[in-house]
């Protein structure tokens, strides 16, 4: 599809930037302005997003645009898909044509929908992330205050992304909702991802806003499974193949934002204040970050004195296990071969709930542990994955 850019950048990179876009088949490149005060390097935490991403923007306190004086002139286009940054919107706003549609991206530099005010009547679609400021603000106890901020710029659609669960693509107009399943697989990277969905769902609105946003997910979970452009479009042009109905068709993993906290999550590992546990620190901040229920027994039943009298020991055990039976999924994380973990692997198996064993120490890897789980790996990318896609079937099960 025919496709022009306008950005802005800092003038070293304006050749870098035109020549790169040409060779992807960019027809134009305007350059908005020139962004000053600070180098053009964001160091980023967690690229493939099991937790936070961790953005942080070198002197970003330094950093500004200046504007081109004069600017370039974007009146041909009638379809815009605005990505808001440190710039002036409202300047973006009278550089298009009085007809022209507009898409707005508002994951990030949006602290409030209000600040759109100025495009009211002339949106066409509204994006937003789980991850996003206004998500945080608005909707992540309950959907409702955010689709009322939404509705005031009177946008025919709008796009919940919510990461691993799928996306949501609700038509303001009918009041209908689409739910389009995540397809999990092994992130190579997740940074853009939420801007490549945005923007090929803006390329295919002629279709109608449904096919639009399956083809946009197509291109977002082709883009998050390589780094490499080629093998993009190589099999983004394979998927591409399908029709809509025959996505629908297949399965995949749709599990919302708000109904994760439906189910509990039994963390079953050494989590003891005397132990070293990073890797469980860190899979309990990543399970939190996605919204989920986690339980984590010795924090809630307490943590047994040593040495530990009788009564104690029996209290503990019996609180445990019921706690087990009460969760619908259990995340066993069993350093140092702790016996007691494994031993609630063996009870949740018997139990026939869905065991996720994330073992970053490889220690574990028995036949009991790896096929008895639903998912085995040193990988929390992986066993991240395996639990949504073990919740996503229970919501099944139980709708």
Same mark, same amino acid.
Not at 141 to 160: C, I, N, Q
Not at 244 to 251: A, C, N, T
Not at 339 to 363: C, H, Q, S, Y
């Given at each position: 599809m025919p496709y022009a850019v306008a950005a802005f950048c800092p003038q070293y990179l304006e050749g870098e930037a035109r020549r790169y876009l040409e060779a992807h088949g960019c027809q134009e490149f305007h350059l908005l302005g020139d962004v000053v005060g600070a180098p053009n390097v964001i160091v980023i935490g967690d690229p493939t997003e099991v937790s936070h991403q961790g953005y942080e923007d070198l002197l970003r306190d330094r950093k500004h645009v200046i504007p081109r004086d004069p600017g370039p002139d974007l009146q041909g286009y009638a379809r815009v898909m605005?990505?808001?940054?440190?710039?002036?919107?409202?300047?973006?706003?009278?550089?298009?044509?009085?007809?022209?549609?507009?898409?707005?991206?508002?994951?990030?530099?949006?602290?409030?929908?209000?600040?759109?005010?100025?495009?009211?009547?002339?949106? +066409?679609?509204?994006? $937003? #992330?789980?991850?996003?400021?206004?998500?945080?603000?608005?909707?992540? &106890? @309950?959907?409702?205050?955010? *689709?009322? +901020?939404?509705?005031? $710029? #009177?946008?025919?659609?709008?796009?919940?992304?919510?990461?691993?669960? &799928? @996306?949501?693509?609700?038509? *303001?107009?009918?009041?209908?909702?689409?739910?389009?399943?995540?397809?999990?697989?092994?992130?190579?990277?997740s940074v853009g991802v939420g801007d490549v969905y945005s923007a090929v769902m803006v390329a295919y609105a002629e279709r109608g806003w449904a096919e639009a946003a399956w083809r946009g997910c197509q291109a977002a979970t082709a883009y998050a499974h390589t780094t490499y452009p080629d093998d993009f479009r190589r099999d983004l042009q394979r998927s591409l193949t399908?029709?809509?109905?025959?996505?629908?068709?297949?399965?995949?993993?749709?599990l919302p934002w708000h109904e994760r906290q439906r189910f509990s999550i039994y963390l079953a590992g050494p989590d003891f204040s005397y132990v070293y546990k990073p890797e469980l620190d860190r899979a309990v901040e990543s399970l939190a970050y996605h919204n989920f229920r986690v339980r984590r027994p010795v924090q809630e039943n307490g943590e047994l004195a040593k040495p530990a009298s009788d009564g104690a020991l029996r209290?503990?055990?019996?609180?445990?296990?019921?706690?087990?039976?009460?969760?619908?999924?259990?995340?066993?994380?069993?350093?140092?071969?702790?016996?007691?973990?494994?031993?609630?692997?063996?009870?949740?198996?018997?139990?026939?709930?869905?065991?996720?064993?994330?073992?970053?120490?490889?220690?574990?890897?028995?036949?009991?542990?790896?096929?008895?789980?639903?998912?085995?790996?040193?990988?929390?990318?992986?066993?991240?994955?395996?639990?949504?896609?073990?919740?996503a079937k229970l919501r099944i099960t139980m709708v």
């Open positions: 605005v990505f808001p940054g440190r710039y002036d919107i409202d300047d973006l706003r009278r550089r298009c044509s009085p007809n022209a549609r507009f898409s707005i991206d508002a994951a990030y530099d949006v602290d409030s929908l209000a600040s759109l005010q100025q495009f009211r009547d002339c949106i +066409e679609a509204v994006m $937003l #992330s789980t991850s996003s400021h206004i998500f945080a603000t608005l909707g992540a &106890g @309950s959907l409702d205050p955010l *689709l009322a +901020e939404v509705a005031t $710029l #009177s946008p025919e659609v709008f796009l919940l992304k919510e990461n691993r669960g &799928g @996306s949501r693509l609700f038509d *303001l107009r009918n009041g209908s909702v689409e739910e389009i399943p995540a397809t999990l697989g092994k992130t190579a990277n399908l029709t809509v109905e025959e996505l629908r068709g297949l399965s995949g993993t749709t209290r503990t055990y019996l609180l445990d296990c019921q706690l087990l039976k009460d969760c619908d999924a259990i995340f066993a994380i069993p350093l140092g071969r702790d016996p007691g973990t494994l031993v609630e692997i063996g009870m949740a198996i018997e139990l026939r709930k869905p065991v996720i064993t994330f073992d970053p120490r490889e220690e574990n890897n028995n036949t009991m542990v790896m096929v008895g789980s639903s998912v085995y790996s040193a990988d929390l990318d992986e066993c991240l994955n395996g639990m949504f896609d073990a919740l």
